[in-house]
């Protein structure tokens, strides 16, 4: 009579010790519960079920901070636009990158941008350009930091607002800092 060859229990121990996940996994499958698991089927309709994603909260609060300071320097942008007509120009390509961002933000279910007060613009339009430059430098920094405790597409889409702000707090920089800061 021909005996099944079994495993010895320190092999089975051995096996588990060295691939955990597949011992885990082992016993996994999808049912017909309709417990909402990934590829299972609502066994009434016959029809898979779908997932609502939610959004995690922290990101939807690290994304709303980030629209709030976008929507501040937007406002900036504005301000010193009204007071000094010349810089208009200079200032419209900051003005189109930061509604862009904003509405990027927005498309997170939940992200809600507060409506801060505009802020008064210099009384010189160097000042001016200065204070965006500065504003611009201080979201960066508070972008980056926050795009390093996030990961995967809310991660990304803050660095690139931080690198696009970055670029354009240098632009704004009147050339006689940029000097001084070498």
Do not use: N, W
């Amino acid at each position: 009579m021909p005996t099944e060859p079994r495993l010895s229990r320190r092999a089975v121990i051995a096996t588990a010790a060295v691939l955990p996940g597949a011992v885990a996994l082992g016993g996994c499958k999808d049912d017909e519960s309709g417990s909402g698991t990934p590829g299972a089927i609502d066994p009434k309709t016959g029809q898979a079920v779908e997932e609502t994603p939610t959004v995690d909260p922290a990101v939807v609060a690290a994304l709303s901070a980030a629209a709030a300071q976008v929507t501040l320097l937007s406002l900036g942008y504005a301000s010193t636009s009204r007071k000094f007509p010349a810089l208009r120009t200079q200032l419209a390509a900051g003005a189109k990158y930061h509604a862009s961002h904003l509405a990027k933000l927005k498309e997170t279910a939940g992200v809600q941008a507060a409506t801060p007060k505009a802020p008064a613009a210099a009384s010189t339009s160097s000042a001016a350009l200065a204070a965006l430059a500065k504003q611009e430098k201080a979201a960066a920094a508070a972008h980056a930091t926050a795009a390093a405790k996030l990961s995967g597409t809310p991660a990304r889409l803050l660095a690139m607002i931080a690198a696009s702000e970055l670029q354009l707090g240098t632009k704004l920089t009147p050339a006689k800092k940029k000097a001084d800061a070498s």
